[in-house]
């Protein structure tokens, strides 16, 4: 498909999706909404797509959030995909692993939408923070919620309350960033990390990353543990070839093919 505010390139079970806007810091307008939702979606149901990486072309940023001046011009908000803001926010089905490339700014909902990844890989010239109050909004796009879940309430409070922008080591050191790195190291440690997860077999990671999350909504440990052979993605993978695949390869000492079903 041919994008104009983004672009998607696929190779070797990994989706990479760039925000293509780097003249305005790959701020989110409504084309750019519309078109993630459409690339996401082709993502989640290809499935000879394991992994997607998110990041931002330019120097300057990985997204700083709503393109307010194109919602001045619209003379109205944005209308969000039916999976919410920048079609993912809201993706809560979505069991493949996604990763944040962070390079520059992260901010509004550029921030929430790397908060909506599961690991986030930034360097040390990136900043991050919720500043919508100061334009009299709200960081509704999961911002505040995955914020508080993610650092614990003290610290997100300190960031939600104050729309303060905090630089990458103390996004580091409030656990937010999985690894933080130079920039010119920040391509092979994506793709490094790329290169671990493809090593596992998919349904097994795509029924950790759900088992995970789903477990996080049970009232207890016990629930969780007792509860996680409902979940859709653990059957998957209790019942798939791919398990035994794995068993095979490791009593043959082989490299296992994993095809994934």
């Known amino acids: 498909m041919n994008y104009e ?8 079970h990994i989706t990479r999706v760039v925000l293509n ?25 290809d499935d000879d797509q394991y ?10 940023a990985f997204c700083a959030g709503s393109d307010l001046k194109s919602i001045a011009k619209r003379g109205k908000p944005h209308v969000y995909p039916k999976s919410g803001y920048a079609g993912l926010i809201e993706r809560f089905d979505l069991t493949k692993p996604l990763i944040a490339a962070v390079d520059g700014v992260a901010v509004g909902g550029g921030f929430e939408v790397a908060l909506a990844c599961d690991l986030l890989i930034a360097t040390r010239r990136s900043r ?16 505040v919620h995955r914020l508080a879940r993610q650092v614990g309430l003290k610290q997100a409070m300190g960031l939600i309350l104050t729309g303060d922008i905090i630089d990458a080591e103390a996004a580091n050191s409030m656990g937010i960033i999985t690894e933080l790195v130079d920039h010119d190291d920040l391509d092979k440690t994506v793709n490094r990390w790329c290169e671990k997860i493809i090593r596992c077999a998919p349904l097994a990671t795509r029924a950790s990353k759900q088992s995970v999350m789903l477990g996080l909504d049970e009232p207890s440990l016990a629930a969780a543990m007792a509860n996680q052979k409902n979940y859709p993605a653990f059957n998957a993978c209790y019942t798939s070839a791919d398990r035994i695949e794995g068993a095979s390869a490791f009593a043959e000492k082989r490299p296992p093919r994993w095809t994934g079903k």
């Not at 505010?5 to 070797?12: F, G």
């Open 5 to 12: 505010t983004i672009s998607v390139n696929k190779a070797d």
């Open 21 to 45: 806007r780097p003249e305005v810091l790959n701020s989110i307008n409504q084309p750019m909404h519309d078109e993630l939702e459409l690339a996401f979606d082709d993502f989640a149901s």
């Open 51 to 60: 992994l997607c990486v998110i990041s931002g072309a330019g120097e300057r």
């Open 128 to 143: 991050f923070g919720l500043p919508e109050p100061h334009v009299g909004a709200i960081a509704l796009g999961g911002g």
